[in-house]
């Protein structure tokens, strides 16, 4: 235990100009070192005028620290009249408030503001509207004189978390995962699934105040572990710190409590969705977890990308989920609906080397699923309530999604150019990233997710 904790907690540890270094050489790779006019987008850019995803930005003099893209400042860096809505094109942010305004549209009073939840409460005819209206501003001609001065280099603009999180429910949809889970902590099950698996998507309610954006540092957790040797609990930081590769889909339109949400209906209520990591304390978890389930093991820290991806620019990704092995009872059963699951390519990079990339396309519960599932017995949707799909994992040893899986809890360390790996040490940084197939052949590009470990803080039950 010892060892373990000496390799968690304290070696490899990057400096903050180690840290600063690297943010930068990210961004150089991702910024032109002299930006092409925002107009003139290269062809086949996962973030071309197809995609136009939203965040929310503000300009120098407000920066907070370094992020993964741009700057993403601490949520407490800029006042809300100094952030301002932003779609992403190519390596540019555009004003799209002040854009807005300049071209007389009256979608103003939606996009001139210091979040998304306005525009993610408008509804989906007004998602619709502002997407066709924002793809004519950047592709039309006569507009570029009125709005070229309202973009701004990525680089030099500081994001923000895109919206104000409402409720937090994270699920557990991957087959994959859940059997390899199933394998490492009951061996000797019949069967690795329990036995509801296949029943209904499984989740349990997350803590939105701790959803944070891309390029934010994660403090290490503590908390009361004990292994199964140890005679009595101990308290202390997290040795077995660990990521989920999700991704989170972000809800717009409410609902009424009493008045579950159909299938159907996913479209009318689900804006977009992103990139998420859920952070974990595998040796806190299972401590604590039985019998109500997880709490303080994933409750620290919950990433999302800045960019959020309107479901109809991911038209050309939607596929067929996996084959259905058990009856489904009929408000869960799509099996007559229009392909609900996403070919998504994520990628799970730890200090910058490629560990893992699950494809998000086999995951067994869709979106739409969960939302009715999640609705079912009356609950009622907000604006800003945030889900996860759970940790995407595929069928391969290098299609998974955790480091509980990839090091089969700790058995197999990972090999880094850095060093060994079995979970997360302080100063290590997990970068999350994907793309989806696009309209004629293009890729959809979807927004990191970027967080560094910093060491645990000291607890005064520890003095």
């Keep these: 235990m010892e060892v373990c904790q000496d390799r ?34 290269p062809e086949g850019d996962p973030f071309g005028p197809h995609n136009l995803p939203y965040g929310v930005f503000s300009l120098p003099g407000t920066e907070g620290s370094a992020g993964a893209e741009g700057s993403a400042g601490a949520e407490g860096s800029a006042g809300a009249a100094d952030r301002r809505v932003g779609v992403r094109l190519g390596d540019h942010v555009l004003d799209a408030g002040a854009a807005a305004a300049a071209l007389g549209s009256p979608y103003v009073s939606l996009l001139a503001r210091p979040s998304l939840n306005p525009l993610l409460a408008a509804g989906r005819t007004a998602w619709s509207d502002v997407r066709r209206a924002l793809t004519a501003w950047v592709t039309v001609p006569s507009h570029r004189e009125t709005i070229e001065s309202l973009f701004h280099p990525l680089s030099e603009v500081t994001l923000h978390l895109p919206f104000e999180v409402a409720d937090y ?58 292994a199964p040797s140890d005679p009595a609990p101990v308290f202390g930081p997290s040795v077995r710190l660990d990521i989920e590769a999700e991704v989170g889909f972000v809800v717009g339109t409410p609902s009424r409590q009493g008045s579950p949400v159909a299938l159907g209906d996913f479209r009318e209520h689900v804006f977009g969705l992103c990139l998420l ?50 009856p489904l009872l009929p408000y869960l059963d799509d099996s007559d609906d229009e392909p609900g699951g996403y070919d998504l390519r994520i990628s799970v990079s730890v200090n910058g080397h490629v560990v893992s990339e699950p494809p998000f396309s086999s995951m067994y519960w869709t979106a739409a699923q969960q939302l009715a599932h999640m609705t079912v017995n009356g609950a009622s ?15 391969s040893e290098r299609e998974r999604g955790s480091l509980l899986e990839l090091t089969w809890n700790g058995r197999d360390p990972l090999e880094l150019p850095d060093g060994k790996r079995t979970f997360l040490e302080d100063g290590d940084v997990v970068t999350l990233s994907a793309w989806a197939p696009g309209p004629d052949g293009t890729r959809v590009g979807l927004g990191d997710v970027t967080g560094r470990v910093v060491p645990s803080q000291a607890h005064p039950a520890s003095h």
């Design 8 to 41: 968690c907690l304290g070696r490899n540890v990057w400096p903050d100009n180690v840290w600063r270094d690297h943010i930068e050489r990210t961004v150089r790779t991702r910024v032109r070192q002299h930006p092409m006019p925002p107009f003139d987008v």
């Design 169 to 226: 429910v994270d699920f557990y949809a991957s087959e994959n995962h859940a059997r390899n889970v199933g394998r490492i902590f009951r061996p000797d099950a019949e069967d690795s699934l329990t036995p509801n698996w296949k029943h209904l998507p499984i989740g349990y309610h997350g803590r939105s105040g701790t959803v944070v954006v891309s390029g934010t540092d994660v403090v290490r957790p503590s908390g009361q572990r004990k």
């Design 277 to 326: 990591n859920d952070w974990s304390a595998r040796d806190v978890q299972a401590w604590e977890y039985v019998p109500l389930g997880p709490f303080l093991g994933k409750s620290f820290a919950t990433s999302v990308s800045a960019w959020i991806t309107p479901l109809d620019a991911l038209e050309p990704a939607r596929v067929a989920p996996p084959e259905r092995t058990h």
């Design 381 to 395: 949707l907000r604006t800003g309530d945030l889900y996860g799909s759970g940790t995407v994992s595929g069928p």
